[in-house]
């Protein structure tokens, strides 16, 4: 069965660096999400991504951050600047075309902390 | 305002009980709704979907739905809960002609022996 596969599962990074994560969306989805999870809070939406360029973004996402679909199979989002508080785990989405339903097809997440 | 709202933040149920956890919403059309579950240190597997047609959906691990638009709600039940059910369990809508799956906060299940 086709499935959203993300890496890495854990990355621990120091204060102030950039991190990239990556996700490999199911192959003939064209809508593309991150969420993040804070440890014991809810999932939140970050931003939506179709044709090459966000459609959606929460207000979590700001400056800090970006996405990008550098190549046919993979979407990246990258954290300028890392802080304390973007320790979490961001989940990564695709979404087939026809009837919007927003049923998502999710990966596995990939742990980020922040030291 | 727009919104998914989880009631139970934290529910015990004895082993071999029924559960129902609570969702309600607020939107103007009504959403496409989901439930997921999450264990510990995972990721979120979808239980079940409704889109349209029949109020009561059935899903995986015997769980099912109902949606009741009268009541703004789409509550999860199971009519025996086993320990492995132990999980995060998140409700989640897509508005119709939205571009976004937004969750609710979350409601925590215990099984007790």
């Known amino acids: 069965e086709p499935e959203v596969t993300q890496t890495p599962s854990h990355q621990v990074t120091q204060m102030g660096q950039e991190v990239i994560l990556r996700c490999v969306p199911i192959?003939?989805?064209?809508?593309f999400y991150w969420y993040r999870q804070i440890l014991g809070q809810k999932v939140e939406f970050l931003v939506s991504?179709?044709?090459?360029?966000?459609?959606?973004k929460s207000e979590i996402f700001d400056d800090q951050f970006s996405v990008e679909r550098p190549d046919g199979s993979n979407f990246t989002l990258k954290i300028r600047s890392t802080k304390l508080e973007d320790s979490a785990m961001y989940f990564c989405?695709?979404?087939?075309?026809?009837?919007?339903?927003?049923?998502?097809?999710f990966g596995e997440g990939s742990r980020l902390t922040v030291l | 305002a727009q919104s998914v709202t989880q009631p139970d933040i934290h529910i015990t149920v004895s082993e071999g009980a029924s559960l129902e956890l609570r969702c309600n919403y607020s939107y103007g059309a009504t959403p496409y709704l989901f439930w997921y579950v999450q264990s510990p240190g995972q990721g979120l597997q979808l239980l079940l979907k409704?889109?349209?047609?029949?109020?009561l959906v059935q899903g995986i691990k015997g769980f099912e739905a109902e949606f009741k638009r009268s009541q703004s709600s789409f509550n999860l039940r199971k009519p025996s809960v086993h320990w492995s059910d132990a999980a995060e369990y998140f409700c989640a809508v897509f508005p119709q002609a939205g571009t976004a799956l937004i969750f609710g906060k979350g409601t925590t299940l215990s099984v007790s022996s």
């Open positions: 192959s003939n989805h064209l809508y």
């Open positions: 991504f179709y044709n090459n360029e966000i459609s959606e």
């Open positions: 989405a695709s979404k087939g075309q026809g009837l919007n339903t927003g049923e998502l097809f």
């Open positions: 409704y889109f349209s047609g029949d109020t």
